[in-house]
């Protein structure tokens, strides 16, 4: 019955966010309905002490990065940067290599160290553009986003500075590069299947004779650029170089400069406790914040005339969609919390530790936690935290090497993390005006193709050995 009810939770969030409804407002009600049927006395208790702690703790460490990350994004748009580079992007590409042409930006950016979420708003401005000058159905970009963000770079590749790249490292005591040659050939099977899978679906809408679809009634369209000169795609592609590196020289300096903690003396008057921080929990979150800050700065110091004319409200629709985008995925990690903390979730995993297959065994339960939790980071957390020994033995009794363990059970929290309830996945739609029912179906196809690369990575190694 605990199996059953755990299912029953997950089963009721994905129905209404398919439906479109909030899943701010229903994530707590499928989380405590689960609880109420469980325990009913626990359900204060689990609402304050699991729920909103988890949902609260989320916001304290990532809102900024959602606040900056739109802002950053809408600023992109506002400069005419989007439009000068979807121009250049035409020029060298083509028309018809739009998609490509945005999986590869989305790919660059998040292997460079920007966080997928802030990808999302960074990006979305000049793929609108793109895919209209192109006349590629609107309903196509949260797949194409995905295929660039979320797969390949997000966990194959090796050396992703992405977080579901180094959690395995605590665990197995592997470095962000394990597995250079299983990540790399799984991350160009995620590549090309999905580049050939999306243009299939492009093809097929332009036989039907569907374009990008009418503006005026097309949600959260970026604003058209009026000025007519646009700028040099170089000057234009600056404030993403800028994020990218600077991310990448934060993300290295800062442990040096802070060491191991930092501590300061919130108050002058009284007694208050100093208040001591983790600097190799927080180095990450401060060094995106940091370089969203410079990449900020850069677009107002390189367009300072055409962002000030419309930045109040400009400035108002991002803060709007961060704070929409980041209360979506933090009310997913609370659910995901509460949910982990029943009965049934403990049946769940044990249920999956039959599986014989050290690595099959691996993948299978990393990436059905990540798909109940909602979570590819907080799925794999769970599963590490629980079985990690279990695996560990088991992958060591069959001489199978840590950095093997470590490339799959990256790659299997990036599978079926992306169900309709997943915070990314409402991310992207809510960034990008769309629902559900008109563009989850591409984003799924493109978590299939993530999730059988994980099947096909295991099957290379076995038969060629492959590390």
């Not at 332009?206 to 990008?212: P, Q």
């Not at 060491?259 to 406790?273: L, R």
């Not at 979150?285 to 004319?309: C, D, F, Q, Y």
Request: with cysteine; proline share 5%.
């Amino acid at each position: 019955m605990a199996f059953v009810i755990v299912l029953a939770a997950l089963a009721f969030l994905m129905f209404v966010a398919y439906r479109g409804h909030s899943v701010i407002l229903f994530a707590p009600v499928a989380a405590l309905g689960a609880v109420l049927l469980t325990d009913p006395a626990l359900v204060p208790p689990m609402f304050t002490g699991l729920f909103m702690e988890k949902m609260v703790g989320f916001l304290k460490l990532y809102f900024p990065v959602f606040l900056l990350g739109a802002l950053f994004g809408k600023l992109i748009e506002l400069s005419g940067f989007s439009r000068s580079i979807v121009a250049a992007t035409i020029r060298v590409v083509g028309a018809r290599r739009a998609i490509l042409s945005i999986v590869v930006v989305c790919a660059l950016l998040t292997y460079g160290g920007v966080s997928l979420f802030v990808a999302v708003f960074a990006v979305y401005p000049f793929a609108a553009e793109l895919f209209r000058q192109s006349d590629i159905p609107k309903r196509l970009i949260p797949g194409t986003i995905a295929l660039g963000a979320f797969t390949f770079t997000m966990d194959a590749l090796p050396g992703t500075p992405q977080i579901q790249n180094i959690i395995p490292t605590t665990f197995f005591g592997t470095t962000a590069w394990a597995a250079p040659a299983l990540g790399s050939l799984g991350g160009l099977f995620i590549l090309l299947v999905g580049l050939l899978y999306l243009d299939s679906r492009r093809r097929s809408a332009a036989a039907a004779g569907e374009g990008y679809g009418d503006p005026a009634t097309l949600l959260n369209e970026p604003a058209a650029f009026v000025d007519e000169r646009l700028a040099s795609p170089w000057i234009a592609l600056l404030p993403l170089v800028f994020v990218g590196v600077t991310n990448r020289l934060f993300t290295a300096r800062i442990p040096d400069l802070y060491g191991k903690s930092t501590s300061f003396d919130p108050a002058v008057i009284g007694d208050a406790a100093p208040v001591v921080q983790e600097t190799a929990k927080l180095a990450g979150i401060w060094a995106v914040e940091g370089a969203l800050l410079v990449g900020i700065v850069a677009v107002l110091v390189l367009a300072w005339r055409p962002v000030t004319s419309r930045f109040v409200e400009g400035s108002r629709s991002a803060i709007a969609g961060a704070l929409l985008a980041s209360m979506n995925t933090a009310s997913e990690y609370g659910f995901g919390a509460v949910i982990a903390a029943l009965p049934g979730f403990l049946t769940v995993a044990r249920a999956l530790s039959w599986i014989p297959d050290p690595l099959v065994n691996t993948a299978v339960t990393v990436t059905a936690m990540a798909g109940i939790t909602g979570s590819a980071s907080g799925g794999m957390g769970i599963a590490l935290a629980a079985m990690a020994k279990q695996f560990i033995e088991r992958a060591q009794a069959a001489g199978i090497p840590m950095d093997v363990l470590h490339r799959v059970a990256a790659m299997a929290s990036g599978g079926m993390d992306t169900l309709p309830h997943n915070g990314a996945v409402i991310t992207v739609l809510a960034v990008t005006g769309l629902t559900h029912r008109q563009a989850y179906r591409d984003i799924f196809a493109v978590t299939v193709i993530k999730t059988a690369a994980v099947a096909v990575v295991i099957a290379l190694y076995y038969v060629t050995g492959l590390v």
